[in-house]
């Protein structure tokens, strides 16, 4: 009687041992592909560089305007952040 209860209980347990390496199956599929989108997102940033005309543009905008910009690496991590 003892051994039947003892191999329902491993049986159960295996069970949820299962189901639980499948949630963290799912949880890693879902935290690569935000880490792949996130690659993505500095790729786009960082291999496109500026030219220096464009950067005298921002720079006397910058010192013009009395409110500061948002830059599109703020926002991009913005966006991640939920």
Same mark, same amino acid.
């Given at each position: ?7 329902? /209980?491993?049986? +159960?347990?295996?069970?949820?041992? !299962? ?5 963290? %199956? $799912?949880? +890693?599929?879902?935290?690569?592909? =935000?880490? &792949?989108? $996130? =690659?993505?997102?500095?790729? =786009?940033?960082?291999? &496109?560089?500026?030219?220096? /005309?464009? =950067?005298?543009? !921002?720079?006397?905008?910058?010192? +013009?305007?009395?409110?500061?910009? !948002? %830059? /599109?690496?703020? $926002?991009? %991590?913005? !966006?991640? %952040?939920?």
């Amino acid at each position: 009687m003892m051994f039947n209860n003892d191999g329902t /209980d491993h049986k +159960l347990n295996v069970e949820a041992m !299962i189901k639980n390496i499948n949630t963290i %199956s $799912l949880e +890693l599929k879902k935290m690569k592909e =935000l880490s &792949q989108l $996130l =690659l993505c997102d500095l790729t =786009l940033h960082f291999n &496109q560089p500026m030219k220096t /005309d464009d =950067l005298k543009k !921002i720079e006397r905008n910058n010192s +013009l305007s009395e409110e500061p910009e !948002i %830059s /599109d690496m703020s $926002l991009a %991590s913005n !966006i991640f %952040s939920v």
